[in-house]
């Protein structure tokens, strides 16, 4: 298994168009995250799915933001209308609660740049 | 309270040295708390992780320190090397409820040859 990954790595897209990300997890973790960072910071927890259930929304998650994880495998995340604030880098994690540590990881995120 | 403070912000150690960071948190109810590394333009990559029930966990380089009772853990980084030069995050977690990491600021560690 190669980890997380993630689609595209970066992305352009001009103000009030819509973009949708990727991420196929490690395939025998059963929870999948999306979160947020910007310049500087540390992330910030967007969502997250135990199998295809989307159990938690940040307040962060506005109604322009969807995320989908239709056979509990890989996940999309979808921003319509894009504002220029939404200029981030987003990550996909995945993890196992199966196994003693979890094994929370990270992929390498996709970068989306609201011109 | 679901905060997570990290300190320092900043530090710079001699290749061969020992590098710190410690983080403290508020709510006892977190149940995992990872170390992070992160280059520029990366995502983060999970450098070692503690359950509560541990007080010491090392992983090669990387050890982290957990003291319940203060409410703070620490990574420390032995023989530190130029590659290490990279931003550190510690985080916490209530895994048991869901898994939602709370990040600390961020330290940016500088090694020098």
């Known amino acids: 298994d190669t980890g997380v990954s993630q689609d595209p790595r970066h992305k352009i897209t001009k103000r009030g168009q819509n973009v949708t990300f990727r991420c196929d997890p490690i395939?025998?973790?059963?929870?999948l995250y999306w979160y947020r960072q910007t310049l500087g910071q540390g992330p910030e927890f967007l969502t997250y799915f135990q199998n295809e259930a989307q159990l938690e929304k940040s307040r962060l998650l506005s109604d322009r933001f969807s995320a989908e994880r239709p056979k509990g495998s890989f996940s999309t995340l979808e921003i319509q209308r894009t504002e220029q604030g939404d200029s981030a880098m987003y990550l996909c994690?995945?993890?196992?609660?199966?196994?003693?540590?979890?094994?929370?990881?990270f992929g390498s995120g996709t970068r989306l740049t609201v011109v | 309270q679901q905060q997570v403070k990290q300190s320092p912000q900043s530090l710079i150690v001699q290749k061969g040295g020992i590098s710190i960071i410690n983080c403290a948190y508020e709510n006892t109810a977190f149940d995992y708390f990872p170390w992070y590394q992160q280059f520029p333009g990366k995502g983060p990559a999970l450098l070692i992780a503690i359950r509560p029930d541990v007080s010491e966990k090392k992983e090669g380089r990387f050890t982290i320190s957990f003291n319940k009772s203060a409410k703070q853990f620490s990574l420390h980084i032995m023989d530190s090397q130029p590659g290490d030069s990279a931003t550190y995050f510690c985080a916490a977690s209530y895994y048991n409820q869901g898994g939602k990491l709370i990040f600390g600021q961020g330290t940016e560690l500088s090694v020098k040859p």
């Open positions: 395939s025998e973790h059963n929870r």
């Open positions: 994690a995945s993890s196992n609660t199966g196994t003693v540590d979890y094994g929370y990881t």
